[in-house]
């Protein structure tokens, strides 16, 4: 049972243009959500996080999105760069536990 | 600089021959945690530890052990690995924080292939 889910395996974009990464999940009870991004042969490196109360959060070219009634998250990435090409992972986290659940991860292309 | 060290990075090996595989941060973070990746199944959290002597199980525990005698150390055992363990295995730490929103720092992974 995946609590969360990330449809898309891969996506291309055009350089500068919006990239927009996608994430559902079925746990009501998540309290944080965060994304990380992981380049071939590294470990993940943290991108951005949202509380479950809020819902936005940006960090530069770096927005994510939160839609509590459709359990639904998004990454908006603008404008996107060549060296965005990554695989994407949200991950979720139950409140008390310290425990994670990832999603299954999205590779983004961005072309020059 | 601050970093998150596995080792080994690589490792072959057969069926029932315990290893372990090291993690340790310099970062002086409370938490850390085991993870394996998978292909279709992203990063599932196998064990995680809150302190130094404090762990608990994460979603695929099985077949995994772990100890916290040191804070900067968390390391990952196999007491008898089997194919199904065939995977790529990440360390992870964090400072813990009030809440469970601390960004973790990763390692570079250990890809463990058992014959």
């Known amino acids: 049972d995946q609590q969360v889910k990330q449809n898309s395996p891969s996506l291309s974009v055009q350089e500068g243009r919006i990239s927009i990464l996608n994430c559902d999940y079925t746990?009501?009870?998540?309290?944080?959500f965060l994304w990380y991004k992981k380049y071939p042969a590294e470990g993940p490196t943290f991108l951005i996080s949202i509380s479950s109360i809020k819902d936005k959060n940006e960090d530069g070219r770096f927005t994510v999105f939160l839609n509590k009634s459709a359990k639904h998250l998004s990454l908006h990435i603008v404008p996107s760069q060549p060296g965005d090409s990554a695989v994407y992972f949200c991950?979720?986290?139950?409140?008390?536990?310290?425990?994670?659940?990832f999603g299954t991860g999205t590779r983004l292309k961005v072309l020059a | 600089e601050a970093q998150v060290t596995q080792n080994p990075r690589y490792l072959i090996t057969v069926t029932g021959k315990k290893l372990t595989v090291t993690c340790s941060q310099n970062m002086n973070h409370e938490y850390m945690s085991w993870y394996r990746q998978d292909p279709g199944l992203g990063l599932r959290q196998i064990y995680y530890?809150?302190?130094?002597?404090?762990?608990d199980k994460g979603d695929v525990p099985e077949g995994y052990k772990v100890s916290r005698k040191e804070k900067r150390n968390f390391p990952l055992i196999l007491e008898s690995p089997s194919p199904n363990q065939t995977s790529l295995y990440f360390c992870?730490?964090?400072?813990?924080?009030?809440?469970?929103?601390?960004?973790?720092?990763f390692g570079d992974g250990t890809r463990l292939s058992i014959l």
């Open positions: 530890s809150m302190n130094v002597e404090v762990t």
């Open positions: 746990n009501s009870m998540f309290d944080y």
């Open positions: 991950a979720a986290s139950t409140p008390g536990t310290y425990k994670y659940i």
């Open positions: 992870a730490s964090s400072y813990r924080g009030q809440g469970s929103n601390q960004p973790q720092h």
